[in-house]
């Protein structure tokens, strides 16, 4: 599809793990999002590429999250000794511009469960 | 700093009637103004969004926003709701100075027959 594509879409981990969420934007897609979702919250900013550059990490919870987009296109979000509060939604979204005005595609989401 | 209130957890609206869901902002700076929908096991959609110029802005699917600067408010707003309406509805806004678009906690819109 033209969509952007997250996987897994669902991810169970054991507490103390290492776990790696990817996200394939939208062929071109200059900009790309990462976002946590906890339950019956809203999105929470992660951090923010613009083609290979991470131009904003300020909404990173701690040093064991760490995301990279090596090549301006495929993104990878890890989370190293995973702990009970990392459960949540972690939505990717792309968009085509730059800017402030820059409205962003997202897709389905992983599901992360830490147990 | 910038955030979103959605005052609303919840709006109840009869199929046919028309709809309101109500957001209000602060930024430091420019507002840029964004409604997203989420359905059921589906990802977050775009429905409109306000940069500059008129203050009634038309989405998809029949939506639409109303920006009031001196209220700061940009409450969504659709004519006849329809039962597929029902969903789960995010106002978001990022100011001029950054990237994070900050989310509101959602509003839950449930359209009856």
């Known amino acids: 599809g033209a969509g952007v594509s997250q996987s897994p879409r669902y991810k169970v981990a054991k507490r103390g793990q290492d776990v790696a969420l990817r996200c394939d934007p939208i062929?071109?897609?200059?900009?790309l999002f990462w976002y946590q979702q906890a339950l019956g919250q809203g999105p929470e900013f992660l951090t923010y590429?613009?083609?290979?550059?991470?131009?904003?990490k300020s909404g990173l919870p701690s040093d064991r999250f760490f995301a990279e987009r090596p090549e301006g296109s495929v993104s990878t979000l890890k989370i190293q000794r995973t702990q009970q509060e990392d459960s949540a939604v972690y939505l990717c979204?792309?968009?085509?511009?730059?800017?402030?005005?820059?409205?962003?595609?997202f897709g389905q989401g992983t599901r992360l469960t830490v147990v | 700093a910038q955030s979103v209130a959605q005052p609303e957890d919840q709006v109840n609206v009869a199929e046919g009637n028309p709809l309101t869901v109500k957001c209000t902002y602060s930024?430091?700076?420019?507002?840029?103004l964004f409604w997203y929908v989420q359905y059921p096991n589906r990802g977050l959609q775009f429905l409109l969004k306000?940069?500059?110029?008129?203050?009634l802005v038309k989405g998809s699917y029949g939506f639409e926003a109303e920006f009031n600067k001196s209220q700061t408010s940009f409450h969504l707003k659709k004519p006849s709701a329809l039962v597929s309406d029902s969903a789960l509805y995010f106002c978001?806004?990022?100011?001029?100075?950054?990237?994070?678009?900050?989310f509101g906690k959602g509003t839950s819109l449930l359209v009856t027959p």
């Open positions: 979204a792309s968009s085509v511009r730059q800017g402030p005005s820059m409205e962003a595609f």
């Open positions: 062929s071109g897609h200059v900009s």
């Open positions: 590429f613009q083609n290979e550059a991470q131009l904003d």
């Open positions: 930024v430091s700076g420019n507002p840029y």
């Open positions: 306000y940069i500059t110029g008129d203050n």
């Open positions: 978001a806004v990022r100011d001029d100075s950054g990237y994070a678009l900050n």
